[in-house]
T-cell receptor, first 113, second 115 residues
Framework: DQQVKQNSPSLSVQEGRISILNCDYT??????FLWYKKYPAEGPTFLIS?????DKNEDGRFTVFLNKSAKHLSLHIVPSQPGDSAVYFCAASVLTGANNLFFGTGTRLTVIP | NAGVMQNPRHLVRRRGQEARLRCSPV?????VYWYRQLPEEGLKFMVYLQKENIIDESGMPKERFSAEFPKEGPSILRIQQVVRGDSAAYFC?????????????FGPGTRLTVL
């Protein structure tokens, strides 16, 4: 039962343009959402998070948007850079519950110079 | 480098053998999590441990799998009598406290291949 879904396995974007990565979830108990970036042969690295009490969180070139009614979140990267090329995982958790993360299947972003 | 360390990075086992995966958390971190990533899938939670205690093992298969985090030394994920379906990347994460999932720092993973 995949509670966090990333329906786009891959995305290609020109350098300097905006990258938009999407994520949907089914469990209404999730109240904390995270994005991780993963390079080959490395572990995931935390990128940005958002609590369910917010609908937007921004950190430099990275912005995460949360639409609770649609159970949807997205990660915007602008401007995209070649170094952003990686696999991006969306994850969710229940802050007051267990400490484990529920991950999506990932989207491979390729930024073309 | 004071990050999470995992060894071995690659492990090959034949069906029926045992696999032992080690995780040394960030110095000072007393919370360890194990995740498994099957091919073409996302990471899936297996077990959460604090020093000498298993807190949540709801994601770990009931048979053949066990985990420990002793008072001294690394956390160990042990898989007995491995089968081909155990082939996956196993990631360990550590955190200094509980309750904040964005403070989980991941290791580079151990890629297990069962022949």
């Amino acid at each position: 039962d995949q509670q966090v879904k990333q329906n786009s396995p891959s995305l290609s974007v020109q350098e300097g343009r905006i990258s938009i990565l999407n994520c949907d979830y089914t469990n209404s108990m999730f109240d904390y959402f995270l994005w991780y970036k993963k390079y080959p042969a490395e572990g995931p690295t935390f990128l940005i998070s958002i609590s369910s009490i917010k609908d937007k969180n921004e950190d430099g070139r990275f912005t995460v948007f949360l639409n609770k009614s649609a159970k949807h979140l997205s990660l915007h990267i602008v401007p995209s850079q070649p170094g952003d090329s990686a696999v991006y995982f969306c994850a969710a958790s229940v802050l007051t519950g267990a400490n484990n993360l529920f991950f999506g299947t990932g989207t491979r972003l390729t930024v073309i110079p | 480098n004071a990050g999470v360390m995992q060894n071995p990075r690659h492990l090959v086992r034949r069906r029926g053998q045992e696999a032992r995966l080690r995780c040394s958390p960030v110095k000072g971190h007393s919370h360890v999590y194990w995740y498994r990533q099957l091919p073409e899938e996302g990471l899936k939670f297996m077990v959460y441990l604090q020093k000498e205690n298993i807190i949540d093992e709801s994601g770990m298969p009931k048979e053949r799998f066990s985990a420990e985090f002793p008072k001294e030394g690394p956390s160990i994920l042990r898989i007995q009598q491995v089968v081909r379906g155990d082939s996956a990347a196993y990631f360990c994460a550590s955190s200094p406290n509980a309750g904040r999932t964005d403070t989980q720092y991941f290791g580079p993973g151990t890629r297990l291949t069962v022949l």
